[in-house]
């Protein structure tokens, strides 16, 4: 289950049309959403508020192996729509697969002249956390510089008092400021970061194969016929049968100055189409409009992403693919290899999606569309931003060649986000499960 934090983020990404899945530390986000999931670990309370749409406030206790807790604070400069935990739509909660938009170019805000002159401003972000009894903070500072460049300096204070004694005679440091730099104009985006701490430069790159989509244009209707829709991405270039989609492929490279090191990595991304709709920074489309009725249409082929890694320094390579096979279903397999040690693992996942039982009058057509003598045939529904959510819950499920099995249950009962799940090791026979863990949430706005 996202943090609270981590969704007034996501929602402030989404206001100022910033598109966090365009970067390439994202390029594994589907695959990751089913493989590694994060299981709670003890018993874990949150509880949120969001008086108005401009500051959040939020409290965390971990109340088990150990007590401990947390207090963050979150302003921004735009008006937030945060919803509360029994009203927001359960898949923006979670973790989970999903097909990548079409990348586009960000926009930026509309200019507002007062008096002949410029009055808007830049939107920024900022974040805080203190950890009790330790006493670390965390903070987050992010702004928009332009419409295509956003900065970002994230903090980490840790009091030195409580460092071991190893760690003070090697000079350890906790303490850090890190540094990014994202600039994305949709075909291409790239990040520069600097870690303040250990002296390290990063740059990453990402490239998207294909035409650009238009963020004045609307969703497409995906019941229109081929004839008189236009070609999307790649689509041109594609041949009868197979997958059809689009490719993203990038790289990064980082140096430290303290440590003499670096490092390299490559990856490339495929993405089947059509593309998830409406766009994560686009408004949803009316409820009665015939665009939310197209993306309640089953796809014309199974949402499908495949992604490989490669690391030529530490001789790593990843491969991961992941599908939804059905409406509720969807399923992952990755492969990791060293070339230099031999060493391997295969990990297999899945996540599936749970549901109210529908209404008679939503499972069945209207009589008069009903074809004379035939039984009648259900409707899959789909959820859109439009009508209340039927999702229930969500099961995610993963097991490995080296013998871990994690199994979570993610779900919402009353006004409260609930997320239960366990760690297991087959190999040991003194101490299977390795970890359990039970988090509750709760936040509310106004």
Known sequence: MHPFASYVLRSYYRA???????LFSNLTRSSDAILDFSVPRGLNLSISKAPNGLFNTSYSMNAMPSLNGSVGYIFTSCNLDVKSSGGVRFKDMVERFKVYDQPRRPEGKEEEWLAGERVDTRDYLLYGRLYLPTGRLDALYSTRLSPTLQAMVAAISDPRSNFSSEKRSRGDNVSNVMFTLQHDVGKWCSEYTYGAEDGMWGVRVLHNFGRLGNPAEPPEDLNSSPGTRPKRVDEEEATGGGLKGRVSAGAEFYISAKERSAGVSTGIRFTTLPDATPPSFQLPPPSSSPLSQSSRSPPSQPPTTITALFNPMMGHIQAAYAARISRDLSMCSRFDFNVYSYDSEWTMGAEWWMRRAASKHEDEPEPSLIPPGQPPVPVPQF???????????????????????????????????????????????????????LELSYFSTG
């Open 16 to 22: 100022t049309g910033w598109n966090e899945d365009n």
């Open 383 to 437: 959820e859109s931003h439009g009508t209340p959510s039927d999702i229930r819950g969500v099961v995610k499920a993963k097991i490995s060649t080296k013998n871990n099995v994690s199994l979570m249950w993610e779900g919402r009962l009353k006004q409260m986000l609930v997320s239960l799940g366990f760690v297991s090791d087959l190999s040991s026979r003194s101490k299977p499960i390795k970890a359990i863990g």
